[in-house]
């Protein structure tokens, strides 16, 4: 058997947003996440309370986009995903491009699929630290792994 890598440093957390999923991307996003080499280690459909978007995004309180972005992540479906691949917190938000889909690169998930900067998509954590946190967020029993 392969052996895992899942450890920081090759772990990432996504999630597909509100209106990627509303709009039957999940799959052509799926899809070009495995293309591109990550295994998905977790996956689950859920959705949000503004509460816990609210606990998610914590670290935007202060910012004035903030109210919107937790209303926004709890209008409606999301797909939390735990990816595995090496350097993968790098690696993903390359594939993903800028948060800003008119910044984003050609070929990107972003300039594909996203909408505007709040509905952008998909999320991709940070660093290293928070992608364990808020893979812990939504998922226990990681460590299996
Ligand atoms: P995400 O990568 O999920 O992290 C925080 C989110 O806040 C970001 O993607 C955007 O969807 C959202 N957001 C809304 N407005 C802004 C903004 N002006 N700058 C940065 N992020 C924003």
């Given at each position: 058997m392969q052996k895992?890598?899942?450890m920081a440093g090759n772990v990432t957390f996504s999630m597909i947003k509100p209106d990627a999923y509303a709009d039957g991307n999940s799959g052509a996003i799926l899809q070009m996440i495995e293309k591109a080499g990550f295994k998905i280690k977790a996956?689950?459909?859920?959705?949000l309370s503004e509460q816990n978007a609210g606990k998610f995004y914590e670290v935007h309180r202060e910012r004035p986009f903030y109210k919107?972005?937790?209303?926004y992540m709890s209008s409606g479906p999301?797909?939390?995903?735990?990816?595995?691949?090496q350097d993968a917190?790098?690696?993903f938000r390359k594939l993903i491009g800028a948060t800003n889909p008119a910044q984003a690169e050609e070929g990107t998930i972003r300039k594909i699929f996203a909408k505007s900067i709040e509905a952008n998509a998909v999320h991709g954590s940070d660093s290293d630290e928070n992608a364990l946190i808020e893979a812990s967020f939504f998922f226990?029993?990681?460590e299996m792994f």
């Open positions: 895992s890598q899942f996956l689950k459909l859920t959705q919107d972005l937790c209303s999301i797909m939390a995903l735990v990816l595995e691949k917190v790098a690696a226990s029993g990681l």
